[in-house]
């Protein structure tokens, strides 16, 4: 999994299987919670977020779950295609307003054939 | 189309120039901000701005400044003082408030020769 300031970390998986990517966050007081994609040369893409209310949520083909206890956020993928290769960040709202957040350092996806 | 523009999409500047580095949005959203990404690494803040004509600093603001002038535009320069200015520059912009997510940009890969 991922933790801000370590080297990017790796995860391949085989088309069709499902993927999870890890996420430590830093601040048991952050009360949102985002995923983001981000291609090769390009700028990062929403995917999905949670609250801290929430322990899960579900998006298409994604589901959050969130931790509180250990400050643990996981990113599921169902059926990993190759469109999903690409570095994947969490996102903390480090500061309690939902406006700074921080990015942990993220986790390149590959998905193989 | 609603969306964020960042322009240009590669720019090469000479050691000791400043340069400045366009975002524009239509999205109609308050709150604007810039980052930093350097290779195999996160997004660092440099600046953001909740409202026209206000900006903050953020974690990585020396060497760099900003304006907000208009609701839909947010220009980052960076000055000959940012000691190793290449790198990939992100803008965002969100509606404010809590719980919103950040909308990117497509980046600008800035290299300083």
């Known amino acids: 999994g991922e933790s801000v300031g370590l080297h990017l970390p790796t995860l391949s998986v085989q088309e069709g299987d499902n993927s999870i990517i890890n996420c430590a966050y830093s601040n048991s007081a952050s009360d949102y919670f985002i995923w983001y994609k981000q291609e090769s040369g390009k700028g990062p893409q929403f995917i999905i977020d949670?609250?801290?209310?929430?322990d899960k949520r579900q998006g298409q083909r994604v589901t959050v779950l969130l931790n509180k206890t250990v400050k643990h956020l996981s990113l599921q993928i169902a059926a990993t295609q190759p469109g999903d290769s690409a570095v994947y960040f969490c996102a903390e709202d480090f500061y309690g307003s939902a406006r700074q957040l921080t990015f942990g350092s993220g986790t390149q996806l590959t998905v193989l054939p | 189309d609603g969306g964020i523009t960042q322009s240009p999409k590669y720019l090469f500047r000479k050691e000791g120039q400043n340069v400045t580095l366009s975002c524009e949005q239509n999205l109609n959203h308050d709150a604007m901000y810039w980052y930093r990404q350097d290779p195999g690494q996160g997004l660092r803040l440099i600046y953001y701005?909740?409202?026209?004509?206000?900006?903050q600093k953020g974690d990585i603001a020396e060497g760099y400044s900003v304006s907000r002038e208009k609701k839909e535009s947010f220009p980052l320069t960076v000055t000959s003082a940012q000691k190793n200015p290449t790198a990939f520059y992100l803008c965002a912009s969100s509606e404010g408030g809590t719980y919103n997510e950040q909308f990117f940009g497509p980046g600008t890969r800035l290299t300083v020769l």
């Open positions: 701005s909740q409202i026209v004509n206000d900006f």
């Open positions: 949670i609250r801290s209310n929430m």
